[in-house]
């Protein structure tokens, strides 16, 4: 679930190796080194828009924004520990636009993440989304319609950027949803491949498509994005950069560890 994916993610490294409480909304400690300190400490800016309170510094204080020259979350939301009732993806992409004309963005290398989070427990339907039915799952997929139409968005505003051609694309999720598969419903505490197997797109410029089938964690994405953008990992981070991968090097296989 999202406080472990997204706090492995940054930390680039196992949640089970960070200094962090135990709830379900986990805090990770100062003393941890994210890799938002490391790309900043190398001079990349870095900045990071959400649509959950549980990322805000005050509300949710999760201590992922570490490292981070920007961090917003989106107006007008609430925390509500039991569910997810706000639609958010209409404020997301204004607010990454936003972000990303900073001129530091434009200057030199930047890293930016984007979390949305509309995709998720409650389930709302969208009148720019088709209709599917009246089942959890096809207002679920509804959802994913609408946010993937506001990032659409967004990634037509990086087109017409004169930084955008120069730019790589990363879409990836920090859990999947079940709906009814081995008797579980949304996503939490369960390791199942509907829950742990989430969609890994990367674009970088120039690059030929290709499908990459063997097995890649988020802790090889960070040194992945160390790597494409010409800079050193910390010696800490567990991963290991695929980019050879992604220019066509035959993939080596690998163990995941969840």
Do not use: C
């Not at 427990?121 to 959802?143: C, L, M, Q, T």
């Not at 505490?189 to 120039?206: A, D, N």
């Not at 981070?237 to 296989?253: I, T, V, Y």
């Amino acid at each position: 679930f999202t406080s472990k994916s997204l706090g492995g993610f940054l930390g680039g490294r196992l949640p089970s190796e960070l200094e962090r409480t135990q709830p379900f909304f986990t805090a990770y400690n100062a003393s941890n080194k994210m890799f938002a300190e490391m790309l900043t400490e190398q001079g990349v800016h870095t900045l990071s828009g959400h649509g959950h309170m549980y990322l805000d510094k005050k509300a949710g204080a999760s201590g992922m924004d570490q490292g981070f020259a920007d961090w917003r979350v989106v107006p007008g939301i609430d925390f509500d520990y039991n569910k997810d009732p706000h639609v958010t993806s209409q404020k997301m992409t204004p607010m990454a636009i936003e972000m990303l004309s900073d001129p530091r963005a434009a200057k030199g290398p930047f890293f930016g993440w984007f979390h949305y989070t509309d995709p998720h427990d409650v389930y709302k339907g969208h009148e720019e989304s088709p209709h599917w039915g009246k089942k959890a799952r096809d207002i679920y997929d509804e959802e994913v319609f609408y946010t993937d139409l506001w990032i659409g968005k967004l990634l037509d505003f990086v087109e017409q950027q004169p930084w955008g051609k120069n730019t790589a694309i990363i879409i990836t999720a920090d859990h999947g949803e079940s709906f009814g598969e081995k008797k579980m419903w949304r996503h939490a505490f369960e390791l199942w491949e509907v829950l742990v197997h989430v969609p890994l797109f990367i674009y970088v410029p120039g690059g030929a498509p290709l499908e990459i089938n063997e097995r890649r964690s988020h802790l090889d994405l960070v040194p992945t994005i160390f790597d494409l953008l010409g800079k050193t990992p910390g010696p800490e981070l567990r991963g290991k950069s695929f980019r050879a991968e992604l220019a066509g090097a035959k993939p080596d296989e690998r163990d995941i560890l969840l």
